[in-house]
Nanobody, 116 residues
Framework: QVQPVESGGGLVQPGGSLRLSCVVS????????MGWYRQAPGKQRELVAR???????NYADSVKGRFTISRDNAKNTLYLQMTSLKPEDTGVYFC??????????WGQGTQVTVSS
């Protein structure tokens, strides 16, 4: 069983930036498309960004132009650069494969709070 470890969240003012990181141990990381998910208070978890290779990325309309997803397969690490943050970006951010893969669980996530 593999459990991703997310980090980099925090409290930031509207308009600010954060960079999230996620380490996924093992050999599966480089094989699959990976995504960042967000779970806002009282809402279901949603996929906000996904990446297959370095140039093959997709974003939810709500974050397009503000968030950038990237990956370093040599370090088994997924990143999410978030800029121009808005209060509605608040939530717990998780990383995982885009398609469910046996043996990869959900991590604890990292809390992002955008507030003045």
């Amino acid at each position: 069983q593999v459990q991703p470890v997310e980090s980099g969240g925090g409290l930031v003012q509207p308009g600010g930036s954060l960079r999230l990181s996620c380490v996924v141990s093992g050999s599966l990381f480089s094989i699959y498309a990976m995504g960042w998910y967000r779970q806002a208070p009282g809402k279901q978890r949603e996929l906000v960004a996904r990446i297959r290779s370095g140039t093959n990325t997709n974003y939810a309309d709500s974050v397009k132009g503000r968030f950038t997803i990237s990956r370093d397969n040599a370090k088994n690490t997924l990143y999410l650069q978030m800029t121009s943050l808005k209060p509605e970006d608040t939530g717990v951010y998780f990383c995982n494969t885009v398609v469910s893969v046996p043996g990869i669980n959900w991590g604890q996530g990292t809390q992002v709070t955008v507030s003045s």
